[in-house]
Structure formats: structure tokens, C-alpha cells
């Protein structure tokens, strides 16, 4: 044998008897907060340490968020999950995702492959944690994990359609959001600064993870879905991305004739189409254990699944994602970016829903853009309601690329907002107008922004040198914008008024009042149970946080003033109530809670700290949605970041960080540093550190 044989045969051997001969370590550091950072020779090293740590905090919702996609709830939880498991095997999550998995880039199998691995290593050494219904595996349950995460945009924009032709659609859960940048030469720093600020639920699928990851391309600090081995919102060392819901129009119904003879046939330019009819079966779990195996029918025309039946029509839901898989393949790409003209090639996929992204850059750049997948529609048809399926010149004509769609760079404003408003009340005097684009493409009206958006042009529009502690302060503003207007029209109202002793002492905490819901605010209180009190025409006149001159008179406030002192004295047992007393943060079926400021846009109390609320008892409110990853990114070289979750990142209950957010910071309005890239800074709060064998 030539000795050149004998070494490669050698090296054979030290590969199959040897296997950790290519390993690579893997450091999990925990901060003081219980945030791991991920350090690791490669993307894929980190990659299985995310897998790993997520696993330790959250197993049962990952396992859940798998399933969810996957459409198998109703197979562990019951009945009352049967519909949910319909709508994710009409979509076919499942079955695309197993499919085109292949077509992924290698580099991202081998991330999403080694995250799993990760996974399940600590479900292999912690089998008592594993729930008796954990799915097995599959790489490709990421994929269709991301599919799931973009359908709802797109299914409500076809929802819209369905309730234009008079069909009311299954209720679809997407949610709002924050977001805002500042410009070098509105920056104190010299550098832009960035607010990602994603409204959504609390509970469930999309609640973020956050974690710092250090492999050889990606260099992150920031949030992803559970179950997902990205950081999706966040930063790099290079820039920083934001979404917020909106866009164009990125789906349609189709309305389709049908054979009154064969409803299973349709016309199409005068002839009979036979609908392709896909038989599926879904598994649900009675309430004895056992199995219940129900079959159901999914038709289809050539736009899409039925998805309802009325009048000898059916209507068809076209969704231009229905085949795509491209999500983790944007997603790397855009988290490795290094500058804004690579973000834009991620950008130009279109794998993300409808939404308005905005890129900041250590370069010096701000960019917006309302992305999407929008269909390119023939002219004279109408996409806001259902479209005439017959007739074959209705059909899309292609996808708008990202040039078509609207778009905004480094504007002379120096800053923008999109706190899920119009582009056109993003910033004064805003560049991008309805007739530069078809109306679907820009996707709204020219309206101003609302309340809590209002607030936040006026303020980075008037700052001319905006720091750093007045962005972290923007982030978790609790001022009631415009409230004002309402005190100086009390104000007036009471001039000529005989009170009674409580009216008048609930004018004087409103009075009073700076305007601001924190948690020890009597005066908020006053003002909320005020306005609660007044009629429904006043509330509903009140836009933009203004009283409405024509139909709020003295009378009607002097009486409300009345009632709501009435009504404040009948549930407290007296008149000065903290608003922090009423409304309140920390797990639901928690031991405590902990006071909190903010709100949504309930009659006028809109802040732009956004919190939504369940009732917890006794006039007592917790909160269970809103801010649920709050980011503040200033974009130096490398960038210094800030971060808040509204609870804590373990979902251990025992953990000391099941709600520490809850009461150290987020009840307080304080954010936390991320380290990231800050070795000297993260040794000091570092609560804990593993190493891993990848």
C-alpha cells in the first residue's frame, strides 16, 4: 500500500474512531437576569447552545410552538383545539415544510440542524421535564414554525376581503407594535439610535426569547420565536432591524361560481373546473385518553383553499405564501448584514409578512421600508373585497418586487416613527405619499398618526439633540398625550359649576394631574374613571386624544365628572387610588404582582408604553400583552444596546427569574444593558456559566 494511501486510511480512522476529534466548545453564560450568552467557534456551535438553553427555560412551549405549527394540538389538548389544527393542515405548514426542506441553504440546515440537537440534548438529560406528548424532533418543524408565525398578517388581510362580501372570518390574532429612528444629526451620540418595540402577547407563541450569540457569521443580541434558532429583532455589530404590523395588501378572496349540478366543480372563462379535493386527518384526544380520528375534506380552486360557502359561490383565500419557505433563509441573511444595501438585498426575498421594517446602521443610515409579498393586480379589479374568480383576467399578474413598494432612506427629517400608523404620518411633512404608489401597495390612507404615535413625532421632531437616557425614557413613556386639552376643558366646564364635595375632589387630583399614568398616580385614576364616565359618541369623537368641541358640553363633563366620582368612591371605598393599585404586572396565577404604568389606546388613555390587561378581581387589572421584548439599540461600533421583557426569561416557576423583569424593572420602567460584545461588563453580573460539547 503507498503511504499516501496509508495516511488517508489513518485519518479515516481518527474521523470514525474519534468522534469529538472536530468538536468545538460551547459557553452558556447567565446573567443577572438569566439572559444566556452563547459563545462558540461557529454559527452552528451557537446555534446548539441557543437549542440548549432555550430547552432549560422553556421546554413545554417550544414542544407546543412545534405542534402548534405542525396542526397536531387537538391530538394533546382536546376538542376545543380541532379548529386551530383545521386551519394549519389547510395551509399545509406540515406538509410544505417537510417537503421543500431540502431547498433551505445548507448553511441554514446545518444551524437550524444543530439547534435541535441542542434541544435535545437537555431533553435527553432531564427526561422528567419532557411532557409525554413532545413531538419527535424534525428539522423541518422550524420551517413550518415560520410559516405559522407569518400567516396570520396575510390571513387578515383576506379576512378583511371575506367581511367586505358579507362572511364573517375565524378571529385571527396579529397585534401592533413600536418602533423609531433617529438620525446621526439628531443624535447626541453622532450615531442613529434605534427602538424595537414589538406589541404582543405575553402567553404563548409569540413570546420572544432573548439571548446574545456569538458564532463565526452571526453576532446578535436580541429576540426570537421560541423554537426558532435566529435572533429575528435585534441587532449585529453592523445594524439594527425593527417591524411593526403593516403593509400592502397581501392577499385576496376569490369569489367562485359554482356548478349548481357539482359543487365541487367551478367556472372558470366559461367552463367547468373540477376543485382539487386534499383528505387529511386530524387526531383528537377525548376526554377518557384515547384517540378520536376525525377525516376532513380541504378543497381547493386554482386560488386557493375554500375557506367559505355562500349562495351557490365559494370563496377562495389566494395567499402569495402559500408555497414559500424562505423566511430562515431572509432572516440569516439580514442578521448578517453589514451594511444597509446588504440588508436590502434580504430585504428584496419578501419572505417576511406585511410589515414596516426599519433598518438603523453603525454606517449612519435609517431606512424604512412596508414590506411584503404584494400581488400585482390587473387594472379594474378591486382587492378590497372579493374579486369575480370566473373570469381568468382577474388574475394576479405577478408579485411587486421591492422597488414597487413604499420606502423611505436617511429622510432630511432626521428621524421616523411607525407605531402602526400610515407612512404618510411617520414624521412631518412625510416623503411618502398615497400617489406615488397604487393604493394597495401603500396600503392605508393618508390619516394621521393616533394617539401614541402623535406623542412620539412631536417629540423626536422637536428634540434637536436626542441622548441616549431620552431615548431609554421614550421606550417606556407613560404620558397621556393631549391630556391637557381635556384638564383645560374641565377647567372651564367646572367655572360655572356646583359640584359636590367628591366631584370636587376628583376635579382637583385631575387638575392637579402631570399628565403621566406611573404607578403612584392618583390624578391618572381620576382622570380614567372621568372619561370612563362619559358618554360613548364623546369617547368615540376623541381620535387623536382631543375632546371633541361639538360633543363634549359642560353639561356632559360637570356629569361625568359626578358619575365617575361615584362610580371611583363605589369601587375603592374613597377617592385618591393609585393607578399602580389598579393595574398591575407579574404572572398570571402568580403569588404577587407589582404596580405598573402605561396603557393601550382605551378611550384616550393611549400612552406609548403599550400595555394590554385581563381583569384579575375586584376592580384589579394584570397585564398580558404590549411591550413584550422592548429593545433601544445606539448603533456605535459596536452598538450598546438595552433590553426589557415584561416578565422573566425562565418559565420554571422555582427559577428566580420566572418574574424578576416583572418587579426589578418592568413595574419600575427600567431597562437593562445587553453586554453584547462587552466581555469585562457581562464577568461582573454573571450569574452562571456551562460549557457544552458540540
Not at 377518557?288 to 386554482?302: P, S
Amino acid at each position: 500500500m503507498k503511504s499516501s494511501h496509508r495516511i488517508a486510511l489513518f485519518g479515516l480512522l481518527i474521523f470514525f474512531l474519534i468522534p469529538n476529534a472536530f468538536s468545538e466548545d460551547v459557553r452558556i453564560v447567565r446573567d443577572n437576569y438569566g439572559i444566556p450568552h452563547i459563545f462558540a467557534d461557529t454559527d452552528e456551535g451557537a446555534a446548539y447552545g441557543l437549542g440548549y438553553a432555550q430547552a432549560e427555560d422553556r421546554l413545554e412551549q417550544i414542544l407546543q410552538n412545534y405542534r402548534t405549527a405542525e396542526g397536531t394540538l387537538s391530538e394533546v389538548l382536546g376538542p376545543d383545539y380541532f379548529q386551530h389544527d383545521y386551519r394549519q393542515r389547510v395551509w399545509r405548514h406540515r406538509d410544505i415544510a417537510k417537503k421543500k426542506y431540502p431547498e433551505i441553504s445548507a448553511k441554514c440546515r446545518g444551524i437550524i440542524e444543530a439547534f435541535q440537537k441542542g434541544i435535545q440534548k437537555y431533553m435527553d438529560e432531564h427526561p422528567d421535564e419532557v411532557p409525554v406528548w413532545a413531538p419527535k424532533l424534525e428539522p423541518w418543524q422550524v420551517v413550518a414554525l415560520s410559516r405559522l408565525v407569518i400567516w396570520g398578517w396575510p390571513e387578515g388581510d383576506a379576512g378583511e376581503d371575506l367581511k367586505a362580501g358579507g362572511i364573517q372570518p375565524d378571529p385571527i390574532e396579529y397585534h401592533g407594535s413600536n418602533e423609531w429612528l433617529i438620525a446621526p444629526k439628531k443624535s447626541a451620540a453622532g450615531v442613529p439610535i434605534a427602538l424595537i418595540d414589538p406589541h404582543l402577547s405575553w402567553y404563548g407563541i409569540f413570546r420572544f426569547y432573548e439571548a446574545r450569540f456569538y458564532g463565526d457569521t452571526l453576532n446578535l443580541s436580541g429576540v426570537c420565536i421560541l423554537g426558532s434558532p435566529i435572533i429575528s429583532l435585534g441587532h449585529n455589530e453592523y445594524l439594527s432591524v425593527a417591524m411593526t404590523t403593516g403593509s400592502g395588501d397581501t392577499a385576496d378572496v376569490f369569489e367562485e361560481t359554482l356548478n349548481p349540478d357539482n359543487p365541487l366543480q367551478y367556472e372558470v372563462d366559461g367552463e367547468w373546473k373540477d376543485m382539487t379535493v386534499r383528505k387529511d386527518v386530524i387526531r383528537v384526544r377525548k376526554e377518557d385518553g384515547t384517540l378520536d380520528d376525525k377525516e376532513v375534506e380541504i378543497h381547493e380552486t386554482r386560488h386557493g383553499p375554500v375557506v367559505a360557502t355562500k349562495d351557490g359561490k365559494a370563496y377562495a383565500m389566494a395567499i402569495p405564501y402559500m408555497e414559500d419557505i424562505s423566511l430562515t433563509d431572509q432572516t440569516y441573511q439580514m442578521m448578517t448584514a453589514k451594511n444597509l444595501d446588504e440588508a436590502k438585498a434580504a430585504l428584496s426575498h419578501l419572505g417576511l409578512m406585511g410589515q414596516n421594517v426599519m433598518v438603523g446602521t453603525v454606517d449612519g443610515d435609517i431606512y424604512y421600508q412596508r414590506t411584503g409579498k404584494v400581488p400585482i393586480r390587473p387594472d379594474g379589479v378591486d382587492p378590497s373585497k372579493p374579486i369575480p374568480g370566473n373570469v381568468s383576467k382577474n388574475d394576479w399578474l405577478g408579485i411587486h418586487p421591492m422597488e414597487d413598494l413604499v420606502q423611505c432612506e436617511n429622510p432630511p427629517q432626521g428621524y421616523m416613527q411607525n407605531c402602526n400608523v400610515s407612512p404618510f404620518g411617520m414624521m412631518k411633512d412625510s416623503p411618502m405619499r398615497l400617489a406615488d404608489y397604487p393604493s394597495y401597495v401603500y396600503g392605508t390612507t393618508e390619516w394621521p398618526p393616533h394617539q401614541r404615535a402623535a406623542m412620539v413625532v412631536e417629540v423626536l421632531h422637536n428634540d434637536p439633540l436626542f441622548t441616549i437616557e431620552e431615548a431609554l425614557d421614550l421606550a417606556v413613556n407613560v404620558e397621556v398625550y393631549n391630556a391637557d386639552k381635556w384638564q383645560d376643558r374641565l377647567e372651564t366646564a367646572v367655572e360655572s359649576a356646583d359640584l359636590s364635595e367628591d366631584a370636587a375632589k376628583v376635579y382637583e387630583l385631575i387638575r392637579a394631574w402631570d399628565r403621566h399614568s406611573r404607578p403612584d398616580s392618583c390624578g391618572a385614576m381620576a382622570f380614567k374613571y372621568w372619561k370612563d364616565a362619559l358618554p360613548g359618541n364623546v369617547k368615540e369623537g376623541d381620535k387623536m386624544g382631543d375632546p371633541p368641541p361639538d360633543l363634549l358640553t359642560d353639561e356632559t363633563a360637570i356629569s361625568a365628572l359626578e358619575d365617575g366620582a361615584k362610580k371611583l368612591k363605589s369601587d375603592f371605598g374613597r377617592l385618591t387610588v393609585a393607578y399602580g393599585e389598579v393595574y398591575r404586572v407579574g404572572r398570571k396565577g402568580g403569588e404577587e404582582t407589582w404596580p405598573v404604568g402605561g396603557g393601550k389606546p382605551v378611550d384616550g388613555m393611549a400612552t406609548p408604553r403599550a400595555i394590554g390587561f385581563d381583569e384579575l378581581g375586584d376592580h384589579r387589572y394584570i397585564g398580558k400583552s404590549g411591550q413584550t421584548s422592548t429593545q433601544v439599540v445606539l448603533l456605535t461600533k459596536p452598538p450598546k444596546s438595552w433590553t426589557l421583557l415584561p416578565l422573566g426569561e425562565s418559565d420554571h416557576e422555582d427559577s428566580p427569574h420566572w418574574d424578576d423583569q416583572a418587579e426589578k424593572l418592568f413595574s419600575r420602567g427600567k431597562m437593562k444593558p445587553t453586554y453584547f460584545m462587552d466581555p469585562e461588563g457581562l464577568e461582573k453580573v454573571k450569574e452562571s456559566e456551562m460549557k457544552l460539547e458540540y
